[in-house]
């Protein structure tokens, strides 16, 4: 895509990984490349699945390139679509993405990584929201964070700026599995492949009503998938998919999602 960008593509998985030495910073204009990566991969059926990861072994992303912001970057400025690092605001992105955390991950780099749907980490990774300690908020992650372990180990997070390691990230539910940093992406890949595998279209329908009702009381979000409120959903139960599940459970014989 671009130099700090790059991609790659096998087996309907897309790898977006970080280049930005030294540390995998993003600026405004790889904002903007991440945002226009993830719409294709969004609107591309050939693609089933997205890593996300850093080049190199001691960076994942520390989030917001500040030494861009020194020249004249705007915090407030264009981000692309869908927002910082183009997936915690992309409407309709509903693909699994897995972030392969190589190393330090911190600020908008944590909020990055909390956009994905499973977290996978190095040995060495650590973690951080140090926002505070430069008298910004670390918006995103004061959101999310609250909602994904304890509420107080959020806060001293947030309020803060505290280092974590991996194992205590994985201790509190932020990260899914951790790794030898020479195994990462082959298990990133291994994930990957195990999803791909998967019925694209029960994906999106999982995706869109966990994302529509996280604020949302149980009864409402049950009504709206009765009442085939949910696009996706309705889409899964008129599908091709639909018929060849019930078809290869019935033949005793493995499904081939066509993701319609």
């Not at 294709?40 to 917001?64: E, H, M, Q, S, Y």
């Not at 040995?123 to 300690?133: C, Y």
């Not at 009864?219 to 998938?225: A, E, H, P, T, V």
């Amino acid at each position: 895509m671009t130099d700090a960008v790059e991609t790659h593509i096998e087996n309907h998985v897309l790898t977006v990984t970080l280049n930005r030495p030294k540390a995998n910073a993003i600026d405004l204009a790889t904002s903007r490349a991440l945002g226009q990566v993830f719409a294709n991969f969004r609107d591309n059926p050939d693609l089933r699945v997205a890593i996300i990861t850093g080049a190199g072994d001691k960076f994942f992303c520390p989030g917001w390139d500040l030494k861009a912001a020194a020249d004249g970057d705007a915090v407030d400025g264009d981000y692309g679509m869908g927002g910082f690092g183009g997936i915690q605001e992309m409407p309709h992105l509903n693909k699994p993405i897995i972030a392969a955390v190589n190393g330090i991950c911190c600020g908008g780099g944590l909020e990055w990584a909390l956009s994905a749907d499973i977290i996978l980490a190095a040995d060495h990774a650590s973690f951080a929201l140090p926002e505070i300690r430069s008298g910004t908020v670390a918006d995103a992650a004061s959101v999310k964070l609250p909602k994904r372990i304890p509420y107080h180990i959020a806060m001293e997070m947030l309020l803060t700026g505290r280092w974590i390691t991996a194992e205590e990230a994985a201790r509190w539910g932020m990260i899914n599995q951790i790794h030898p940093a020479a195994d990462l992406m082959t298990k990133a890949r291994e994930m990957a492949a195990l999803l791909a595998s998967g019925p694209p279209l029960v994906y999106a329908a999982i995706k869109e009503i966990v994302r529509e009702s996280e604020d949302q009381k149980f009864q409402d979000s049950m009504n709206k998938i009765t009442r085939s409120q949910y696009k996706t959903v309705e889409t899964l139960y008129r599908s091709e998919d639909q018929l060849e599940g019930a078809r290869a459970f019935a033949e005793k014989r493995d499904p081939v999602w066509k993701g319609r």
